[in-house]
């Protein structure tokens, strides 16, 4: 394992011998994955985790996010190489079949129909790993996405070569047996390909055990100064996210993003996204408490105003939009551009056939508050998004690095700009409910 100051590479005796250091510099090593149960972590395998959900030290992240972070690279790694090992034994073993099935001439043969049904019953089995793999809550979207397309290649790598040898032997029953099976393999691909927003997925790590981690890692390497504590309603906890209170009468922002979590809204100030943007960012429980109100009274005074709705895709944060309309305390009653960013089920449905890292969850409570919501709000879902939240999945935004977060909030500030100048001449509010309609349809990121 390597020191994380000197890269030194010390062994499990050296490190043994060295009270747990490094026999160069003698910097501690905060693990020891020799001791350790099933997950087995490094030292820079962690100081890489923290270095690439910052950004490279750059941005701030939040506490779930970094369990969001760690949970899919243990995911990732745990499945590469033994996917890739797998594969290469089915394609050798497969071929190896098929092409001695050929020269020998046992496809022509009486005889032949144990080998014939031996070999589709091999095949069988690879499918049903690959299939389990598709459908697996323990997985990454990524990797039951590739399970799917895998599927895929199976079946037409079967369809191809079985059916070429079927046919240069002349051996029927090999063409029906090919057939079957490529075929059922390239359905099953292409129906999980279908479903696989509505595959929910589960931690392998708990808090708990990431807390553990942290714990040794601050005893090694100290704090980990980029990850954010739990906001409070304080000033304190103002000032430490954005270094210092802002004269905000001195600042007339064109745009506010208003988040369903105190912690999205601290990541985004910590971040500076409210200066480099030129926008405000609030909670939607009033979130900084301390300058809340000013902030209002100044954005109300602005007439061009744009406001960005970045939420949960749950029942929970889908309601935002509709108490930013309607609540007094907001802007019921104006004329003010609501965006909703996401996310929203369509978004999860449409971005879960491209997008890398996408967490989707499951729960009773998530499918009994989506049932509960008002008929106002549940309108303006499609059939498909209803079932999709009435059957309890949720995806958070935090699942997301910060990175990504900020980039994806950038891309929609850029666009509402672009429709805004593109719509000079309309009239305000059907500008913004045909903005809105565009923005819906797109996927997120």
């Given at each position: 394992m390597k020191c994380i100051q000197c890269n030194t590479d010390n062994n499990f005796k050296e490190r043994i011998a060295n009270q747990g250091r490094c026999k160069r510099c003698n910097h501690p090593f905060a693990?020891?994955?020799?001791?350790?149960?099933?997950?087995?972590?490094?030292?820079?395998f962690f100081n890489q985790v923290i270095k690439d959900i910052s950004a490279n030290n750059t941005l701030f992240f939040t506490y779930k996010q970094f369990l969001y972070f760690l949970e899919q690279r243990f995911k990732r790694k745990r499945f590469v190489n033994s996917n890739l090992f797998s594969g290469l034994v089915y394609l050798f073993l497969t071929i190896l079949g098929l092409v001695w099935l050929h020269y020998s001439g046992l496809l022509i043969q009486s005889e032949s129909l144990p080998l014939i049904l031996g070999l589709a019953i091999w095949n069988f089995i690879w499918i049903y790993i690959l299939f389990k793999i598709s459908n697996s809550p323990q997985l990454s979207l990524q990797v039951r996405r590739k399970g799917a397309t895998e599927l895929q290649i199976v079946g037409v790598f079967i369809l191809i070569v079985g059916l070429f040898i079927s046919f240069s032997s002349s051996s029927r029953l090999g063409y029906l047996v090919t057939a079957t099976v490529g075929l059922s393999a390239l359905w099953l691909g292409l129906v999980q390909k279908r479903r696989i927003a509505k595959i929910s997925e589960t931690f392998l790590i708990s808090a708990t055990q990431m807390e553990e981690w942290l714990n040794l890692w601050r005893r090694a390497n100290g704090e980990v100064n980029l990850m954010l504590d739990a906001p409070t309603t304080g000033v304190q906890s103002y000032q430490s996210s954005s270094n210092q209170t802002p004269d905000?009468?001195?600042?007339?922002?064109?745009?506010?993003?208003?988040?369903?979590?105190?912690e999205i809204a601290r990541m985004l100030i910590a971040n500076n996204v409210h200066f480099?943007?030129?926008?405000?960012?609030l909670g939607i429980s009033g979130y900084p408490q301390p300058i809340?109100?000013?902030?209002?009274?100044?954005l109300r005074r602005n007439p061009d105003l744009q406001v960005f709705a970045l939420?949960?895709?749950?029942?929970?944060?889908?309601?935002?939009?509709?108490?930013?309309?309607?609540?007094q305390g907001w802007f019921a009653g104006s004329n003010v551009v609501i965006v909703d960013v996401g996310l929203l089920p369509r978004q999860i449905m449409a971005s879960a056939k491209t997008i890398k890292?996408?967490?989707?969850q499951k729960s009773d409570s998530s499918a009994q508050t989506a049932k509960n919501l008002t008929p106002q709000i549940r309108q303006n879902l499609s059939r498909q998004e209803l079932e999709w939240l009435d059957a309890g999945y949720f995806v958070e935004l935090e699942s997301f690095p910060p990175q990504?977060?900020?980039?994806?909030?950038?891309?929609?500030?850029?666009?509402?700009?672009?429709?805004?100048?593109?719509?000079?001449?309309?009239?305000?509010?059907s500008n913004s409910l045909s903005f809105e309609i565009s923005f819906y349809v797109d996927s997120f990121g």
């Open positions: 693990f020891e994955p020799k001791t350790m149960g099933k997950f087995k972590v490094t030292d820079s905000l009468t001195a600042y007339s922002f064109d745009r506010l993003v208003v988040c369903d979590k105190d480099e943007n030129n926008c405000a960012v809340f109100n000013i902030t209002m009274e100044m939420h949960d895709c749950s029942p929970e944060g889908i309601k935002i939009v509709h108490e930013l309309r309607n609540n890292t996408m967490f989707v990504k977060l900020i980039r994806i909030l950038q891309q929609s500030m850029a666009k509402s700009q672009a429709v805004a100048f593109g719509n000079e001449g309309a009239d305000e509010t």
